[in-house]
């Protein structure tokens, strides 16, 4: 009986640490392929789109009484925006929008390599090996909720969700054995 090793338990903080340290992986995972998906679709809608052709979106889309108006006194929208993007020497609409939409590919494909640090932080409390890197996770999840919270002014349910996990993976995280 003595030689018998000592079975230890997940507290409850390790538990739903673990939980929402996943599902804020999965989420941040699951934003970043849901943000590439939606650049791909504008991407090609946008693939034989002018200056020109925009107007002509632009002015199909005000409807009949605002096109009337329109007519009456002579605009063209899409006049208006090629002379507009030629004065500004901007690029054709579809290359002007393809470098924002790379911007934007960066971010997403940073946000679903972000997701991979909370399913490792909860994979750490899962099997019980704390280290510094997951208390540092938690300290810096809190961080930035409670900067969240302070700069939006009013309580925001995301910041708080966020401030309340790094607290949780902190707690969880002083709990677990550390590792050798």
Do not use: C, Y
């Amino acid at each position: 009986m003595l030689d018998e090793p000592i079975k230890e338990t997940r507290g409850t903080a390790q538990i739903a640490a673990t939980i929402s340290n996943s599902l804020l992986g999965v989420a941040l995972i699951a934003a970043g392929v849901v943000g590439l998906v939606a650049i791909a679709v504008v991407a090609l809608d946008i693939a034989d789109q002018t200056w020109v052709s925009l107007g002509a979106q632009i002015t199909a889309e005000l409807g009949a009484d605002v096109v009337a108006l329109f007519e009456t006194f002579q605009i063209d929208v899409a006049v208006i925006l090629a002379a507009l993007a030629e004065q500004n020497n901007l690029p054709e609409f579809g290359a002007w929008v393809r470098q924002i939409l790379a911007v934007l590919m960066v971010a997403a494909v940073a946000l679903g390599l972000a997701g991979a640090a909370p399913i490792w932080v909860a994979h750490a409390l899962w099997s019980r090996q704390s280290s510094r890197a997951v208390l540092l996770f938690g300290v810096l999840l809190s961080v930035i909720g409670a900067f969240g919270l302070l700069v939006t002014g009013a309580p925001q349910i995301i910041w708080g969700l966020v401030l309340a996990n790094g607290l949780l993976t902190v707690v969880a995280g002083g709990t677990a054995r550390p590792s050798a």
